[in-house]
């Protein structure tokens, strides 16, 4: 009677424990395992989320030192548009060279002609680039200036040093001397003095596109 009574409390424990262990295998398989993966996929999106932002606080930082240097890329912009103008602007360079010659004490009428050469490439088509500027900005284009001019050796050599100092690029690549003769009736055009000569100067000016602002790009379009 007690073996009967202890076989069947025997039997409900075995029975309860497999009944707790179903139960807890059950648990794990459709509840805790599911929220464990759940967490671990909530955690791989926020390292995948702060990654994210950690690239968009360097691209911020790094959109805010360029804002710093854009005041010194707008002045040194400037100076390339004053050095290199987008355009050849000839009437404005033409008052250039001659208040370069009234400088130097000659006459307009001595300056007996200027010629300007339609602008070409210059070297193997490389490109200008200002400093911060990741992109290219366009080619240099250049213009052969040949100019002719009467004068002193002395006029001439402060012509051409005052040629060297325009507000405008410009490099001297040839100048050549013809002695006016003495017997020579000289003509309106030509320089009076006595040791006077008629000079061909030749040289290049240059052209460069305009560098558009990169915060009025946008408006532009």
């Known amino acids: 009677m007690k073996t009967s009574a202890l076989t069947a409390v025997h039997k409900n424990a075995i029975a309860g424990s497999l009944i707790l262990l179903i139960a807890l295998v059950a648990a794990w398989m459709f509840v805790l395992s599911p929220r464990s993966d759940a967490i671990a996929a909530t955690n791989e999106e926020v390292a995948v989320a702060e990654q994210r932002n950690q690239s968009l606080r360097n691209q911020i930082q790094t959109l805010k030192l360029r804002e710093e240097q854009l005041p010194a890329l707008r002045e040194t912009s400037k100076a390339l548009d004053r050095r290199f103008p987008p355009t050849a602007e000839q009437a404005k360079l033409f008052k250039m060279i001659t208040?370069?010659?009234?400088?130097?004490?000659?006459?307009?009428?001595?300056?007996?002609?200027?010629?300007m050469d339609p602008p070409a490439a210059v070297g193997t088509g490389s490109s200008a680039q200002l400093p911060g500027v990741a992109a290219p900005v366009a080619s240099i284009a250049g213009q052969k200036l040949t100019i002719n001019v009467s004068g002193s050796p002395s006029?001439?050599?402060?012509?051409?040093?005052?040629?060297?100092?325009?507000?405008?690029?410009f490099a001297v690549s040839t100048i050549s001397l013809a002695q006016q003769s003495a017997s020579q009736e000289p003509s309106e055009n030509a320089s009076t003095a006595a040791?006077?000569?008629?000079?061909?100067?030749?040289?290049?000016?240059?052209?460069?596109?305009?560098?558009?602002?990169?915060?009025?790009?946008?408006?532009?379009?």
């Open 99 to 115: 208040a370069a010659a009234a400088e130097a004490g000659i006459a307009p009428q001595h300056l007996t002609s200027m010629q």
């Open 195 to 221: 040791d006077a000569q008629t000079v061909t100067i030749t040289g290049d000016m240059f052209l460069l596109p305009k560098v558009v602002d990169p915060t009025k790009a946008g408006s532009a379009g």
């Open 155 to 169: 006029q001439i050599r402060a012509f051409v040093a005052n040629l060297e100092k325009l507000p405008r690029a």
